[in-house]
């Protein structure tokens, strides 16, 4: 992809699943990769894979929910690295449970990884990228957050705030070049999906019954969503922000 080579992505939740093929992607494209995680051990595991693959990576523990921590570890990996050019919000975590039996405490925690994590890395990030002249913010985001999920309803409101809050700065920052954009995946083979259904005979069936909601016949896997993560961040972009993509089988 044009304009990615030599740049410095940062990717929330690299550790795992989605932010892990992103960041391998990213890494692929000749971009210098900030692995942000609070496990330090899979941000360590993401780094040595994506150096093995000849990619140039740099591991650093991060707790979004923290503003301390995140504009620590934006500082130190900058340090490292040099100015970040791609965010890519993509730390999450949810647990299904109808909303009439969820509590306080979980709303809280639902609400601040998935809807604060963001906003606090994007507060961070963005300063430098508006007195540089530019870069780019990208969120995955959720389907859940667009037309909302059965057992995932504080989760859907968080993914929904975010896209309207990606879509608010995005015509906020327009005139200083830094764009935001939303990537919506479906349903998706990860760890959290594994955490999610379970992985037993109960598991497979939920497991099922998503597959037959999908058009295209089949629940996404985390090397569905790189390749428009990639495209979002390069030059060929440039023209576009404040939009939200759909990657769900239809
Ligand atoms: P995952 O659980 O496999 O990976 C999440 C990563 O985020 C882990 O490495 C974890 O350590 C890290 N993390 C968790 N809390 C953190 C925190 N406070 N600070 C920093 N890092 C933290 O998850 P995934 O399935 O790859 O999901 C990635 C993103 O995609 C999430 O935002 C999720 O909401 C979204 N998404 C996932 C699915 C799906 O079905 N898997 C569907 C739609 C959207």
Known sequence: ???????????TGA???IGLAIAKRLG????QVGVLDINAEAAN????QIRAAGGRADAQVCDITSYESVQQAVSAIESRLGPTWALVNNAGWDKPIPFLKTTPDFWQKVVTINYMGPLQMTHAV?????ARGGGRIIFIASDAGRVGST?????????????AFAKALARELARKQVTLNCVCPGPTNTPAMDAFVGTGEE????????VRSVPLGRIGEADDYPGLVAFLASEDAAFMTGQTISVSGG
């Open 1 to 11: 992809m044009r304009g990615l080579k030599d740049k410095v992505a940062l990717v």
């Open 15 to 17: 550790g795992s699943g």
């Open 28 to 31: 692929a494209e000749g971009m």
């Open 45 to 48: 595991q993401a780094v040595a």
């Open 126 to 130: 963005a300063q430098g990228m508006v």
């Open 151 to 163: 057992g995932e309803v504080v989760y859907s409101g968080t993914k929904g705030a975010t896209i």
């Open 203 to 210: 598991g497979q069936k939920i497991r099922d019954a998503m």
